[in-house]
């Protein structure tokens, strides 16, 4: 087997044998002593879950390595993207107060990390959730224009609905993204400036 597909193959294990380790603690199979469980055990086994399906794909990728491999890509990217909408729709609309909800913030080199309020926690993951939702929407409004329902004007809907709602939710984001890039203009020009007085 050459190299690369040794190292694929030994990354696939590492997947499964976490996957499998966090599916089985979240039955309670295997003693998790000191794991403080801050979620629904579904979300720890759906979790780990993922890390088997991932596995398993990238094992049989490298001792395959051939079509049925890639053509098992998209289903697993499915399984992914579901896991993930599983997961940050449960954080952002599930009952229950979330705690545990940490943030990160970055400036000037420096880093903090600050527990986050229950309604911050759900609004960043609902943005997220959303996010993933139309991405979902879009996928399966692509599968059925693959099948029978290539020229439905349901389908077509669908496109439009999840091409729109994606582009909207990715305005702020371009909106901060043009803001930090003039005031990083405008701090450059500055700096110039008083450089050239010295």
Known sequence: MPKSRLLIALIALACLAAGLVAMLAALDVIPSPGFDFRVSRWVVFVAGSLFVVIGMWLLIHAIAHDVAAYELGSAVGLSVMLVLAAIANWVAFGPGVRQGCTGDLWSLGFASTRAVADLECRIVFGYGAAFIDLFLLRAFAGWLGHHEFRDSSSV????????????????????????????????????NRLRGKK
Request: zero cysteines.
């Open 156 to 191: 077509r809907a669908l496109e439009k609905v999840s091409e729109w709602g994606i582009s909207l939710l990715l305005l702020p984001l371009v909106a901060i993204a043009f803001l930090l890039h003039v005031i990083h203009e405008a701090g450059a020009t500055a700096w």
